[in-house]
């Protein structure tokens, strides 16, 4: 009977390890944030296309208004989600994720193309940036350009 117990308190044991170490070594657990991108939310910061991501407000929208395009995007300190509202047809978008604040280029920075010169849609194009995975570093600024 003793030994019954024993085991029922081992099994116990590893179960609680094993579910810690899941938890501790995942990479993509986040908690679910509910977010909206609407033009005419209150709650909306506007920011330059050049941006520094040390002093951006954790869960915030903001908002991008380039004379080319206007876009919207959230971050959580490790992805980035936007909507595209409007562009030129003519004008394509890339997001430039720097290492440095000053955003001057690096060998170790991130471009991405979210939106290609003349294929549509125009507006209302959402947009996702992954962090890479094991990456040893931060990124410091972010910039929004266009893309011919």
Known sequence: MFSIKTTKVKYLAIYIVIIYLIFALTDNVY???????NQQAED??????????????RGGVFKVEH???????FFNNRDILGLIFKRKPSIGIMVHLCLYRSCEETPYDLRKVIAKALEPPYDKTFFSIKFPKKLQYEFQGLEFLKHK
């Not at 920011?47 to 407000?57: A, E, G, M, N, R």
């Not at 004379?67 to 995007?73: G, S, T």
């Open 31 to 37: 908690s679910q944030d509910i977010i909206s991108f």
């Open 44 to 57: 909306i910061i506007t920011v330059p296309s050049k941006i520094d991501l040390t002093k951006l407000s």
């Open 67 to 73: 004379e080319d395009f206007v876009l919207q995007f």
